[in-house]
C-alpha cells in the first residue's frame, strides 16, 4: 500500500513551525522603541533596542487588523529562508504577535532607502546607479533561483548601508510569491508594473478581468527593475502606469515595436546606444521575451548617460542636441513636499498617478 506523502516546501515547513511557536509579548516590555524610521502601505519599521542585550534592531510591524496571520508568517519565512545572502536585509530570527501587531525583529540597516536618495529631476550619480544596479541584480538572481519573485522592486525597498549606495539591500517581501502562482486581477497600478499586470486591474464597477490568469514570472521583477533604473538615473518615473492611455508609455512602446521608424522618446534620449540596448532587453513589452535581471551585469562598463562633450565623438545616427540630452524629462515637475505625500497616501494610486511623472512614494 502506498502511503500519500505531503511533501512541502521549506518555507512552509517554517511558517508550519513558526506558527507554533509564535510568542506573545508585549513590544514595550522586550524592546526600547527609539523611533519611527520607516513606514510602507503596509507596516511601520521602529527603530529598537533589544531591553536584555542592547543590540540595535529595526522592528517590523505589521497591525493585526490589516494583515492575516498566513500574509505574516509567510512574509516572515521567506525574509528569514533569503536573509543570508549579503544584498538582501538580514534577520534576528525573532517573530512575536503583540495584542495588535504581528512582528519581526530585522537587522538595522542605517543609511535610509534609495527613494530617500534620489534628486527629483536629477537622479543619483551614474556610478552610484551603477553599484545598486549589480547588487540588486545578484539578490534577483538569488531568489529567483530559489522560484520565487519578489514582486515589489521599487526605491522604497531597497536599503542603503551608506549614502553612496557601496552597499545596498533589497528589503520588504510582504509581496513575494512562489514562481507561477497565478493572479486573476489587482486594483490600481504602479509605475513599476509591466503592462501584462496593468492588463489585471479591475476597474470599479466590473466584474471580472477579460485577460486570463496571469502566472507570477521572475520577468515582472526585470520590468520594475528596469523602471526602478529609469527612476535613480533621471529623478523621473518614465510613465504612471503601462497602459495605452498613458501617453509616456504609449511613446515608449510606439517605439520599442518599430525602433527604426519612430524617434526616441524624448525623456530616453539622454542615454547611451549601449544603455537604451539594456532597457530594450529589461524592459521589453513581450513578458517571454525579457531578459533576466544579471543581464545588466554585461553592460557596467559602458557609460550609461550620455556626457555634454560627447556628441562630437559620435555617429551621426547617435548625435542629439545637448538641451534633449541635458533637459529634464519633459514629464512634469516634481512635487516631493511633504503635503503632496499626504495627498498621495489619500488618493486612489490611479489619481495620484495623474500628477504626471513626478517622483514621489508610491
Ligand atoms: N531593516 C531596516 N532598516 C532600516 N530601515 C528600514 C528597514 N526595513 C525597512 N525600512 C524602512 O521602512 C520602510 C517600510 O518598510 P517595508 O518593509 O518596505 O514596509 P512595507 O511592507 O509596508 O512597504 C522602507 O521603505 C524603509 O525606508
Ligand atoms: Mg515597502
Known sequence: VRTSLVISSPIEELMELTAQSLCQLDIKEHFNVIKEIGRGKYGRVLLVTHRCRGTPMALKVLPKASTKLKGFLREYCISLHLSHHPCIVGLFGIAFQSDEHYGFAQELVVG??????????????????????????????????????????????????????????????????????????????????????????????????????????????????????????????????CMHTDDFYQEFADWRQDPEKTPVPSQWKRFTPTCMKMFGRLLELDANERCLPEEVKGFLGKEWVRSQGLNGLMEDSEKISTTSALSPCKSSPVLQGEGFKTFYRNASPIKACVKHCALVRV
Open 112 to 241: 535610509r532607502d534609495l527613494f530617500a536618495v534620489i534628486q527629483p529631476r536629477v537622479g543619483i550619480p551614474e556610478c552610484a546607479v551603477k553599484r545598486c544596479a549589480v547588487q540588486v541584480a545578484s539578490a534577483l538572481e538569488f531568489i529567483h533561483q530559489l522560484g520565487l519573485v519578489h514582486r515589489d522592486i521599487k526605491p522604497e525597498n531597497v536599503l542603503l548601508l551608506d549614502s553612496h549606495c557601496r552597499r545596498v539591500k533589497l528589503a520588504d517581501f510582504g509581496l513575494t510569491q512562489k514562481r507561477g502562482t497565478f493572479i486573476r486581477f489587482i486594483k490600481g497600478t504602479l509605475p513599476y508594473m509591466p503592462p501584462e499586470l496593468c492588463a489585471m486591474v479591475l476597474e470599479d464597477g466590473q466584474e471580472e478581468v477579460k485577460a486570463p490568469p496571469l502566472s507570477v514570472e521572475p520577468s515582472l521583477d526585470t520590468w520594475a527593475f528596469g523602471v526602478l533604473l529609469f527612476c535613480i538615473l533621471t529623478g523621473f518615473f518614465p510613465w504612471d502606469c
